[in-house]
């Protein structure tokens, strides 16, 4: 097959065309003007590739310089050609001769420009490893909490009710006490008591009279007709406690006093009936005892609501700034027949709840405006500590202490200036010279000396390990 060139033909394109072709024997026609095919090179690149793809090569072409180059190249070119060419080499005139050896030499040169290229190109580089210098820290950070948006502003309301037993007791009285009194009139006329009037003992235990008595005044004693002595008027009356219950039963002569008369009074015999039953009832130990229940329970009962809200959020809740209020709705009055006594109370919680990775990067945001400027931190060692709630004029804000490791900042176009041509035994010394450089070290290179020229240097720098 035959295949024309033309003179802006690429190396590629010629290679290309050739491997696209079926057959075995290929004849390539060159132009009277070679353009790239003058360059050596490529034709001993044509050779190479055809013998690749199993091709036989001719080129047929009236140009000397291309003949020639063809040949040294180990390709075969056209019979007839090639005796026209060595007739026409004979003909040619100095000014060709010179001109040829003009392109000839600017062809050496641009090879060997090629050549040194590839070789400093081609040349393995150096690498090195550099470990950045670290520092540990420990900072306290303040945080608004209204600007925080790791944090989230949490209000719960519940009613919380605690029972006690009762403990109080109540004497209640169930039975009057009854019993009789004997009134004494020391006057002459007789006196009429009404049903009702109230007679007492000394510890002023009141009875009243059940019945209307009439009390006879003084009656003289005779014997055989001579008066002998006074007899005061007497009477027997009914009576019953005013109050029922045991207190009413008093014993004999116990009742001495008699309201609004003047007779003497006595009871000659004990009263008697009065009962008493005892209640359970509410006492303000009781009370007392329910509130302090309300108030141990009521942190309790807010977070365990609160927890619940917050369940599946990444939210946790920030114990330090839990607030409870209590506002009491109700309890048992005092005294009042029960068997438990409550207490009951409107509870409400206040507080904040943290997304602890929202505020692990606000930290690290916050710790780039304190660390030092040639320093970055290394987020995997970064541990928050303790939290505590303060109140500041603008309101309130989150104090935070944090420890961490941070890392210095290397600069490969630094190290590299530093170590290019230094001998690799003091890469020691030149990393401890270093600030931002913990240590250096090569990777499989058995050289003394590292290159000079930083071309030829790769560095590589490592995270630090901790």
Known sequence: MTIWLQPEDELNTIIHRIQATSDAEVTLVVPGEGGVLRDPVAW??????????????????????????VLKAGLSVAGEELAAAAGEKE????????????????????????CLALIYFALPKVTLIVTPAVAPFQHVLNFPLAGLEAAQALEVELTLVRRTPATGQKVLGTAHAVGEVVLINQKAESVLVPRGTVVSTASETPFQITTD?????????????????????????????????????VAEGRVVYIAGFDLDVRNPEPTRGGADTVLQVSSEDD????RHMVERDAEQAILSKLSEELTGSPY???????EIELEWEGHTPLGEETEDVFAAAKVRGRGYALDEGQLAREVEQGLAAVLPP????????????????????????????????????????????????????????????????????????AGEYL??????????????VL
Do not use: W
């Open 91 to 114: 003909d040619h005139d100095k000014a060709s001769r010179t001109r040829t050896m003009v392109e000839r030499l600017s062809v050496v040169l641009l090879i060997a420009a090629a």
């Open 213 to 249: 008595v009439e009390v006879p005044g003084v009656e003289t004693q005779y014997f055989m007709g001579i008066p002998v002595g006074i007899q005061a008027g007497q009477a027997v009356a009914p009576i019953k406690a005013v109050a029922p219950g045991s207190a009413g039963n």
């Open 451 to 464: 290159p000079r020229l930083k071309r030829l240097l790769s560095i590589e720098v490592q995270e630090p």
């Open 316 to 322: 946790k809740l920030l114990s330090g700034t839990l």
């Open 44 to 69: 001993g690149t044509v050779a190479q590739y055809a013998e690749r793809f199993g091709k036989q090569v001719m080129v047929d072409t009236e140009d000397p310089v291309v003949r020639e180059l």
């Open 374 to 445: 040639d320093h970055i931190l290394l987020p995997h060692t970064l541990q928050l500590g303790d939290v505590e709630l303060g109140m500041a004029s603008t309101g309130p804000f989150l104090q935070l202490t944090v420890e961490g490791t941070s890392r210095a900042v290397v600069r490969a176009e630094e190290v590299a200036d530093r170590i290019a041509g230094s001998a690799v035994a003091d890469l020691g010394s030149i990393a401890e010279d270093m600030p931002a450089v913990g240590a250096l070290h090569v990777v499989d290179y």
């Open 287 to 290: 009370l007392a005892r329910a």
